[in-house]
């Protein structure tokens, strides 16, 4: 709440200070021998910004917000890692999945409805591989990824350019109820902050820094897609790109970008596999955790199938299959006499989205490795 103190200058003070308390209890001279101008060292050392700040305590607390500061263990450790991470974050819903392995899905707000088709499509494949999406809540590729991943059960994060008590675009309200409930809505910008149109580049900073990875499906050569990857690529973020039709303005930002490097994405594992060795252990491990009861039932694969579980079905799936050898679709139909052909194939497409199984030409599968 201190004015004339930015973000690089906040976290400064903090590694100079090693805390907060220490600054404000500082001299005036201390603060200038920092490197604050002397007005901003004398609205500091005097306090000026407490009553707002205990205005902003207020807020937070009667709408159930959670503060996380830059020394907090929740706080996402690879925006740590970027030039200016924002000292504080405003958090509103599920704090837990700032811990989360993160991908960043931005585009134009002005999408083709091939961009809204792919947004929603690769957004919710990805986020059941176990990645939590990260977009921004504007209209058009963010929308679609958000809503995509919602309403298959999965995780997702918004990144305000305003107050988390704010909502922008106004036709997004029910969609912003869903993320405070369902996901989370994360902001560095004080409680009752205004959607400034400075605020949304400043954001986007914040969308590629605590992700392992920026994916972007539509936007114009200069747009605010390609600033967030320009962001990602300066993070030394994993940069993606859906290639897009080359007669229109929307596809000039990804296809440049695909020029430039990124890696051109048509399905969900074109991401994963293009992530660090040990970020695709972790989504193996927790996908193989999830999909995997503790307690197994007997070893047939034969027979009734518990009432329409996928997991349940994706397990006996598991268990037909062989290190050794493929295993043919029509096998595997034959083979499980309790599941339907699109049981299977549902069972099947969970598998490869977690890494248990590879399909290999002629429609046989072998599995990755073992129980």
């Not at 930015?6 to 100079?16: M, S």
């Not at 999830?290 to 598991?318: C, F, Q, W, Y």
Request: overall charge negative.
């Amino acid at each position: 709440m201190a004015a004339g103190v930015g973000t690089r200058k906040a976290g400064r003070l903090v590694e100079i200070f090693r805390s907060p308390q220490a600054i404000f209890r500082a001299s005036s001279s201390e603060l200038e021998e920092a490197g604050l101008s002397p007005a901003v060292a004398q609205s500091i050392a005097s306090g000026c910004a407490f009553e707002e700040a205990v205005e902003q305590h207020e807020k937070v607390a009667e709408l159930g917000v959670e503060l996380v500061p830059i020394t907090d263990a929740r706080y996402p450790p690879r925006l740590r890692e970027i030039f200016d991470p924002p000292p504080l974050l405003y958090a509103k819903g599920r704090v837990e999945l700032l811990g989360h392995l993160m991908l960043g899905v931005v585009g134009t707000r002005r999408p083709t409805p091939y961009g809204m088709t792919v947004a929603a499509r690769l957004s919710k494949d990805l986020s059941e591989a176990g990645l939590t999406i990260a977009s921004g809540m504007a209209r058009g590729i963010d929308t679609a990824a958000h809503r995509a991943v919602l309403e298959a059960g999965g995780d997702t994060i918004a990144v305000f350019g305003c107050g988390v008590d704010e909502v922008y675009p106004s036709e997004n309200r029910k969609l912003a109820e869903s993320l405070r409930e369902k996901g989370l809505v994360i902001s560095e910008f004080p409680m009752g902050a205004p959607p400034f149109p400075q605020n949304f580049p400043v954001r986007n900073r914040i969308i590629s820094g605590m992700s392992a990875g920026v994916l972007v499906v539509e936007g114009g050569e200069y747009s605010g897609s390609t600033i967030t990857a320009k962001l990602a690529s300066e993070q030394n973020r994993e940069m993606f790109a859906v290639p897009g039709n080359v007669t229109s303005k929307m596809s000039w930002g990804p296809n440049l970008l695909i020029k430039q490097g990124a890696k051109l994405v048509q399905e969900w594992n074109d991401v994963v596999s293009e992530l660090k060795a040990e970020d695709r252990r972790r989504l193996t491990e927790q996908f193989r955790n999830r999909l995997i009861p503790k307690e197994m039932p007997g070893d047939e694969s034969k027979g009734a199938v518990p009432a329409s579980d996928l997991n349940s079905h994706a397990t006996l799936i598991l268990r037909a299959l062989k290190h050794d050898g493929p295993v043919a679709l029509d096998a595997l139909i034959e083979t499980l006499e309790g599941l339907s052909a699109s049981d299977i194939l549902a069972g099947l497409f969970e598998l490869e989205l977690g890494g248990l199984v590879r399909q290999l030409p002629g429609k046989s599968y072998i599995k990755v490795w073992g129980e």
